[in-house]
């Protein structure tokens, strides 16, 4: 390689290691102990990749001796390839992490199904009628919740799947427990409905939002929901109370939302810039006087966002497949990809170190970060 390509290289070139899949990756999932990351593509198959670097960007740093200067060098070796599953769906399958280093994978046969970081499709934990459109899983109370698009069941073990009981037959396609297991809430048409399943499962509340949600997510400490909507922006549930507020004015759609625990905030996609409120001043009634000011604005919208679990930043990816990292509040961004495809997924490892991405043109990568590029 000349001298003239190295320069070119983006920090992407140095730090990711990347695939390439048949089709768009949809979803990905890290497992629960960081060694694995699953990739769910359209074509309704899923693909694992083993997180350990053989090259870590710590092996590949160099700082000359006379001016002091870090620079690294690309990798020498391609990455392990991929396991890849057999098809498992008509289209991209839900997807949990289960167990370690495993999944647990809904299928279009109505099973939730343990797929192990080998790529083998281990017990059904579930079986429902139809195919399952939403999972999760909580390893807190060994709860298992899945969706065939009407009805929700619930399996708590192995044991039988047990449908909630609710007064009207909704279209139910987005579902997540609770930190801590005890709750689950799941889509209901235009809005959500909020359950009680640790012991006697009871309705907390139904909730009616201005449009369908098509994402869920709990905040660390379970007090708040954000779901992204279908059109219109997102909406803020407040559990204690069940406060509403619907934050509007996104000019595409919010496809993510997630939480830094680190900074108390919220973040959505969405908007031509990262979108992001303080909840020390939560956007409920138009409040806005929390809003961070995050990364640079531009002319291309934000596709997913995904914060780092212990430092303030953020990662997101746009529909020209930039990615970049900002510092929350603050206009710094660093620029890991210019372009390339659109950005569908993006994910951190528990310890940060490693950021899992996921395109329309099939790339499936993880970039490793060395432990000094977040001081």
Request: charged share 20%; net charge negative; hydrophobic share 45%.
């Amino acid at each position: 390689m000349n001298q003239h390509a190295i320069q070119n290289l983006t920090l992407f070139d140095l730090l990711a290691r990347s695939w390439r899949r048949p089709s768009a990756i949809a979803d990905l999932r890290f497992s629960a102990d960081d060694s694995t990351v699953a990739f769910a593509c359209v074509d309704g198959t899923v693909a694992i990749a083993a997180v350990a670097d053989q090259e870590p960007p710590q092996s590949r740093i160099r700082v000359s001796g006379d001016l002091g200067q870090t620079t690294i060098r690309p990798r020498e070796k391609f990455p392990l390839p991929l396991i890849a599953t057999a098809v498992l769906g008509d289209g991209d399958v839900p997807l949990a992490n289960y167990i370690s280093s495993g999944f647990l994978v809904g299928t279009a046969a109505g099973e939730a199904v343990h797929l192990a970081a080998d790529g083998n499709v281990m017990e059904t934990l579930v079986k429902i009628d139809g195919p399952v459109v939403a999972v999760d899983h909580s390893p807190r109370t060994a709860i298992t919740a899945v969706s065939n698009g009407q009805d929700v069941f619930l399996a708590r073990g192995q044991g039988d799947a047990v449908r909630l009981r609710h007064g009207t037959t909704p279209s139910t396609d987005a579902l997540a427990f609770s930190p801590g297991g005890r709750r689950l809430a799941h889509s209901l048409d235009d809005g959500l409905s909020i359950w009680m399943v640790d012991g006697d499962t009871t309705l907390i509340r139904d909730i009616a939002f201005s449009a369908r949600p098509i994402s869920i997510r709990w905040s660390g400490d379970g007090t708040w929901l954000a779901c992204g909507l279908e059109a219109g922006g997102f909406a803020l549930v407040c559990i204690a109370d069940g406060r509403t507020g619907i934050i509007a004015g996104f000019p595409s759609p919010v496809r993510t939302v997630c939480w830094s625990l680190p900074e108390n905030a919220l973040f959505a996609s969405g908007a031509f810039r990262i979108a992001g409120w303080s909840m020390t001043a939560p956007p409920l009634d138009g409040e806005i006087s929390g809003a961070l000011e995050t990364g640079r604005a531009g002319l291309v919208p934000v596709e997913t966002v995904a914060a780092h679990p212990e430092k303030k930043l953020i990662a997101a990816g746009y529909a020209n497949g930039r990615i970049t990292i900002a510092q929350i509040g603050a206009r710094d961004e660093l620029l890991v990809r210019p372009l390339g495809s659109a950005v569908t997924a993006l994910a951190w490892s528990s310890d940060g170190q490693h950021l899992a991405v996921g395109t329309v043109d099939g790339t499936a990568a993880i970039v490793t970060f060395p432990a000094s590029m977040f001081k």
